[in-house]
């Protein structure tokens, strides 16, 4: 019992076993519902599920989309926010075996053009859901059909391009010659939300969805515009400039006309941002937040807020040797636009005033424990001592064009090239933000030189779009296939940090399994993370895996972890973790095979945990009974909401 009459915060399940099943498995006294499952319909016009369904655009403009991913919840009134709320959903992209089932596959998969109709049913079946939610008398969930709010927004749905980049020459195109506005979100993998009561959809591996097969450009290297085909050929629809033609061909950025608003040279450019969504009203465009940088985002998590302060936001660039971010608004934070959930409020005039002024900074780790954050400015000089501008060849006050290229910028300032940064989040009392690495191919030796395989055609020199790096202090491990979670905190100088290595993923049986875990914490891949705050100063930190590794993979699938962080210390060890105390790092709940374990909150009374499964393989069972008897379903991506059996607090 601490001086404040409190408990500490204490994990009451045993660890699990690793398991491989078709299910999800959970600790003892607790169950595991499915809710809205790929192709749940958000208004009765939508047919009932079955195996043979053949989905359209229609029905899945109107129904829950594919491979949940990140998600948020956002309270409809005082005194119920954890019995009904609405549920944000990213979808993050499509399994189109499980998509086209019925008709053995989809049509001209790798060559040829794809037909309209299918290729507007998976740009439907991405994006965003905004579903309505609610618990019955029974204790299970149901989603509300009908509701008025529920919404999608999907890879084709209009929005607004706010911050440097709006009205600039990068984004005028065909359909918005003013740069004003494009269409579509998409791969929107980890998510964020804001203090004031938005959802934010994070852009990350879109850069495959567009070709260029012409005049490429520096960023279109640096971030991976396809060449030749796009990862589904949508651009192939379009035809021969038929009446598609603007549907379409704008997946195909190769220029066709004289300038820029003649075509869609400039359409990639519309993407790879934080796009703000206000959940509460499907009247309002969504709003592609360019100040945040541009690139493979994973996701985007608040920082400790203070009143009179500015906010903050971190976010990570999910590709081997990429780098951690952090925007901090120009705007000082005012109380009064706490969680905005009433009517008429206009939300987005809100996130207009924190998010689209700011600086954005990119992280250096430095060997000692110390970091800082490099500013993305004109001004800023980079590591061998030129204006970023002149080093990037742009203008002096061209913060777009910084933007654009927000990697090749933070390269030039020396940020620090990590294990594939994915999901992070903040503990909300102290500000320890961790985030999750999540594995690294292209890490090499301490004694290796780096290469630089993109970075383009006008950039040519050392220092620029890292293909492999040698090891660095906050990644430590060549040929990383494990992981690791690390975490820091911001120093009162905005530009100083100081941080450590949380937890190394590793299999039991690995030499480099610096955590000491075991058979009932091993784990690979972290990605999914969120500090689940329980009050006075404690929390529980979630872990979950996206692993391909077979060290771990051949023990168990994919899983969520927990572990109470609060008064754990690294002392000596290489990691906070380690021998002495990795037992406190709990094995909580495992995935169905194929899948991985995603997307994760609690109710704020914390009586239900959600949390997502991602690509599975032949999951959840089918009520058809041919197909179950033949043990093989018709595999749909779902959201899963764990509680206890006496309807106590999850963990605790
Ligand atoms: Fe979509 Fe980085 O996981
Ligand atoms: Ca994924
Ligand atoms: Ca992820
Ligand atoms: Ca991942």
């Not at 290229?405 to 933000?433: F, I």
């Not at 985030?435 to 055609?457: F, I, K, V």
Request: glycine share 10%; net charge negative.
């Amino acid at each position: 019992t601490s001086a404040s009459g409190k408990k500490p915060l204490r994990l009451a399940f045993e660890s699990l076993r690793g398991a491989r099943l078709d299910s999800v498995v959970v600790p003892e006294g607790y169950t595991a519902q499915v809710l809205i499952p790929w192709g749940a319909g958000l208004t009765s016009d939508v047919p009932e599920w079955r195996e043979d369904l053949e989905m359209t655009p229609e029905i899945q403009a109107n129904a829950i989309g594919m491979h949940h991913d990140g998600m948020y919840h956002f309270p409809l009134g005082q005194g119920s926010e954890s019995r009904e709320f609405l549920l944000a959903i990213n979808h993050e992209y499509i399994d189109q075996s499980a998509l086209w089932a019925p008709r053995g596959g989809p049509t001209n998969a790798q060559e040829g053009q794809r037909p309209a109709d299918e290729v507007r049913t998976e740009i439907n079946a991405h994006g965003v859901a905004v579903v309505h939610v609610k618990k019955q008398a029974d204790g299970r969930w149901r989603h509300v059909v009908d509701s008025p709010y529920n919404r999608r927004i999907t890879n084709a749905s209009e929005m607004d391009i706010g911050g440097p980049l709006a009205g600039s020459d990068y984004v005028k195109t065909r359909f918005s010659p003013q740069g004003t506005r494009t269409r579509g979100t998409s791969n929107n993998c980890g998510n964020g939300y804001t203090p004031w009561g938005t959802y934010l959809a994070c852009e990350e591996n879109w850069p495959g969805y567009f070709v260029r097969n012409a005049q490429r450009r520096r960023d279109d290297d640096r971030l991976g515009i396809a060449s030749g085909r796009g990862r589904y050929g949508w651009e192939t629809a379009a035809g021969d400039a038929s009446e598609h033609r603007d549907e379409f061909a704008r997946f195909d950025t190769t220029p066709t006309a004289a300038d820029a608003t003649g075509d869609y040279r400039n359409e990639a450019r519309t993407y790879g941002y934080q796009v703000e969504v206000d959940p509460y009203d499907g009247s309002r465009r969504a709003v592609k937040r360019t100040a945040m940088g541009r690139f493979r985002h994973e996701g985007c998590w608040p920082g400790k807020l203070v009143a009179g302060e500015p906010v903050v936001f971190y976010s990570g660039h999910d590709s081997r040797n990429e780098y951690i971010y952090k925007f901090v608004s120009r705007a000082a934070w005012d109380p009064a636009d706490t969680n905005r959930s009433d009517a008429n409020v206009d939300r987005l005039a809100i996130g207009a005033k924190y998010l689209d002024e700011g600086t954005l900074y990119a992280a250096r780790f430095d060997a000692d424990g110390r970091g800082e954050w490099l500013a993305l400015t004109p001004e800023a000089v980079t590591r061998d001592g030129r204006r970023l501008h002149e080093a990037l060849g742009l203008a002096a006050d061209d913060q777009a064009g910084i933007i654009v290229h927000t990697c090749d910028a933070a390269d030039l300032m020396g940020a620090t090239p990590m294990d594939r940064p994915e999901w992070g989040t903040v503990d909300p009392t102290s500000g320890d933000v961790y985030m999750t690495l999540t594995n690294n191919s292209q890490r090499t030796a301490a004694d290796t030189e780096p290469t630089y395989t993109h970075g383009g055609s006008d950039i040519e020199e050392p220092g620029v779009g890292y293909g492999t790096a040698p090891v660095n202090a906050a990644n430590p491990r060549p040929d990383n296939a494990t992981g690791q979670v690390i975490r820091w905190r911001d120093s009162d100088d905005v530009t100083r940090f100081d941080w450590e290595v949380f937890v190394f993923g590793a299999a039991t049986s690995d030499p480099d399994n610096l955590s000491g875990l075991t058979e009932l914490n091993q784990f690979a891949s972290p990605d999914g993370l969120w500090y689940d705050d329980r009050g006075n100063g404690d929390g529980i930190l979630w872990i979950q895996t996206d692993n391909g590794y077979d060290g771990v993979a051949d023990d168990t699938n994919d899983q969520v972890l927990a572990v109470v962080p609060n008064g754990l210390q690294a002392g000596d060890a290489r990691s906070v973790l380690n021998e002495t105390n990795q037992q406190h790092l709990k094995r909580f709940a495992v995935g169905p095979n194929g899948c991985e374990v995603t997307g994760i909150f609690a109710t704020p009374d914390k009586t239900a945990l959600f949390i997502n499964i991602q690509h599975p393989g032949n999951w959840p069972a089918s009520e058809d009974a041919t197909r179950q008897a033949a043990g093989k379903v018709r595999p749909r991506a779902s959201t899963v909401v764990i509680q206890k059996l006496d309807g106590g607090q999850v963990g605790v």
